[in-house]
């Protein structure tokens, strides 16, 4: 079954602790993405990448990193967690060409206390 | 810049009734993708439809439509006949190439839709 999968779905975790969030597709993507969602702001992008060891910011990298050693995980890094990282997060996938959908991830929702 | 606007934040309706979703987007590129997301209290996203930039044939999938005018910009979204199954968070988002073959994707903030029983 194609899919994305992220984990963990649920974290609680402390200002300063450092966590990675894990993302991995099946589906032999180039392109993966990190998005986090928040009330009223819908869903913004972190980080992208467009394959192995191609990665760029999206519109709000501050805070968080990714590395893309293998083409299926794309890890979601946040070195020392703020309150204000609190959010649901999204990992995407897509293939290239036209087939241009995006998969998504089932979201790891994270409170940073 | 790209940008998505859902005006509407949050609709409420009767079970039954008729609802549309609007969604106007803003971008300078003349080739496009446009997209609905659903996304449920579980809160997964289920993609609902893809349109590209050339194709501006309205669809219908049940008692889904979809209406895209680039006159205006608009890729409306309307519910026939509303289940209590339909209430969600609907995202409209925009994808427009960047250099690389990368699609950058832009989303809206989403309209909360509540179907009354």
């Known amino acids: 079954e194609a899919q994305v999968t992220q984990n963990p779905r649920y974290l609680i975790t402390v200002t300063g602790k450092k966590l990675t969030v894990t993302c991995s597709q099946n589906m032999n993507h180039e392109y993966m993405s990190w998005y986090r969602q928040d009330p009223g702001l819908g869903l913004r992008q972190i980080y992208y990448?467009?394959?192995?060891?191609?990665?760029d910011k999206g519109d709000v990298p501050e805070g968080y990193k990714v590395s893309r050693k293998e083409k299926r995980n794309f890890p979601l890094i946040l070195e020392s967690p703020s309150p204000n990282q609190t959010s649901l997060y999204f990992c995407?996938?897509?293939?290239?060409?036209?087939?241009?959908?995006?998969?998504f991830g089932p979201g790891t929702r994270l409170t940073v206390t | 810049a790209q940008k998505v606007t859902q005006a509407q934040t949050e609709i409420s309706v009767v079970e039954k009734e008729d609802v549309t979703l609007d969604c106007v987007y803003e971008?300078?590129?003349?080739?496009?993708?446009l997209f609905w997301y659903k996304q449920p209290p579980s809160g997964e996203l289920v993609f609902l439809i893809r349109?590209?930039?050339?194709?501006?044939q309205n669809e219908i999938s049940g008692r889904y439509s979809w209406n895209f005018q680039k006159s205006t910009s608009s890729f409306n979204f309307t519910i026939t006949a509303s289940q209590v199954v339909d209430s969600a968070v609907y995202f409209c988002?925009?994808?427009?190439?960047?250099?690389?073959?990368?699609?950058?994707?832009?989303f809206g903030t989403g309209t909360k839709l509540q179907v009354i029983p």
């Open positions: 988002a925009l994808s427009v190439s960047l250099s690389g073959g990368y699609q950058k994707v832009t």
């Open positions: 995407a996938s897509r293939g290239g060409g036209s087939k241009n959908e995006q998969y």
């Open positions: 971008t300078r590129d003349t080739t496009y993708y």
């Open positions: 990448s467009m394959n192995v060891e191609v990665t």
């Open positions: 349109r590209n930039s050339f194709d501006e």
